[in-house]
């Protein structure tokens, strides 16, 4: 599952990668810094599994990751091919989910090409760029399908009526994500629509940690949400020995939770996924992030192949109910755990562990 970075050039894309991966790429006060797509993995911090592990005293806790990938600015003219933006847009279009970084800091070094920091304004420069880059994808295929529809081709009458509904979206400079009929929404997945991805609208601010009013309204009317994180301050605190780095963001009142932690846990429910855990006791816990439907023989496979293929039943309660009963043996005793079989769907939260033969 993959998160792209997007945004205007100088945005602060990299800086954020940078800090949520612990990534070592070039950050710089000049546009189109990052040409080629970066990637590293990004851990999404989830207190549940502390709580798992604390109530078991298990020492190691190994958090699902996601893989970040960061992308070159786009600037105006990006969305009908011009500059990098082509290519951008190529990759763009392979991600599950978009998180929008928009400039709301105020670095007189760093250039801004109209010289001031708008963060709506920014924003919609970029989703107009997203929208004509759509609509000339969906032009393209509706021309195609339209041929295909008059000569009877099976299925081309259903995707005109879907494809007509995007295309009628887009045209009114709305995103796809916004179309409500449930077989455009669909389609607009398969073609990887830009404005189709969820998205998380991120203000890079100076020391805020609130987005304005204007970019969380601006967000909701794209169907989507904003949250605000002080990049360049927080890569300075990362860099900082932690005590001083603590004693720091007491004083500037930046609250004990990072905000990068905060915003990968919204970045990783855009990718609505299901997370399971494992962590029946000492050494490790950890947890794991699958689609939504997987069965349990399959959720074994992510751990490992022989656990697949040797998959007998797999041990199954809720997080909560494991924390409460303060361990396996106890949750056992109890009955609170469950026998599940290979074709059970693994539900949000629920610890396994999984007896296997091979
Ligand atoms: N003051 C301040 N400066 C920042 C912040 N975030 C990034 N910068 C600076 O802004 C400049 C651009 O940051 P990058 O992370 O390289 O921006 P980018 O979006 O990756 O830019 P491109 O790769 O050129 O598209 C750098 O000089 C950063 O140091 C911030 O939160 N506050
Ligand atoms: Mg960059």
Redesign the pocket.
């Known amino acids: 599952m993959d998160l792209g970075l997007v945004?205007r050039?100088?945005?602060?894309?990299?800086?954020l990668f940078c800090l949520v991966t612990g990534a070592e790429a070039e950050?710089?006060?000049y546009?189109?810094?990052?040409r080629e797509p970066a990637r590293a993995m990004a851990d999404v911090p989830d207190p549940r599994l502390q709580a798992i592990a604390d109530a078991q005293d298990i020492p190691r806790r190994v958090p699902a990751q996601v893989q970040l990938v960061d992308i070159?600015?786009l600037a105006a003219g990006a969305g009908s091919g011009e500059g990098l933006g082509g290519a951008a847009l190529g990759q763009l279009r392979q991600m599950d989910a978009l998180i929008h970084?928009v400039r709301a800091?105020s670095?007189a070094e760093?250039p801004h090409p109209e010289e001031r920091v708008d963060p709506v304004a920014d924003a919609e420069a970029v989703d107009l760029e997203l929208v004509v880059a759509d609509r000339e994808q969906a032009g393209r295929r509706l021309e195609r399908v339209r041929k295909g529809a008059r000569v009877g081709e099976a299925g081309a009458g259903a995707e005109l009526a879907a494809l007509e509904m995007l295309v009628a979206e887009l045209d009114a400079g709305r995103p796809a994500r916004l179309v409500e009929d449930e077989a455009a929404r669909a389609l607009s997945a398969d073609m990887g629509l830009l404005t189709g991805k969820p998205v998380l609208y991120l203000a890079?601010t100076?020391e805020e940690l609130e987005p304005s009013p204007e970019l969380t309204a601006y967000a909701a009317a794209q169907g989507a949400q904003a949250l605000a994180l002080?990049?360049?301050?927080e890569l300075e605190l990362a860099a900082m020995d932690p005590d001083e780095a603590a004693e720091l963001a007491e004083e500037m009142e930046l609250g004990s939770v990072r905000g990068a932690d905060s915003l990968m846990a919204a970045a990783y429910r855009l990718l609505d996924l299901v997370t399971f855990f494992t962590g029946s006791g000492p050494p490790e816990a950890r947890a794991w992030p699958i689609r939504r439907g997987t069965t349990a023989a399959v959720a074994a496979g992510k751990i490992h192949s022989d656990l697949e293929r040797g998959f007998i039943r797999a041990e199954t309660i809720p997080w909560d109910a494991l924390v409460a009963a303060g361990s396996w043996s106890k949750a056992k005793e109890n009955a609170s755990l469950r026998m599940e079989g290979r074709d059970y769907v693994v539900q949000e939260g629920d610890v396994l562990q999984v007896r296997f033969n091979v």
């Open positions: 945004g050039a100088n945005a602060g894309k990299t800086a950050i710089a006060p546009p189109f810094t990052t070159a600015g970084v800091f670095n760093v890079n100076d002080p990049v360049g301050l």
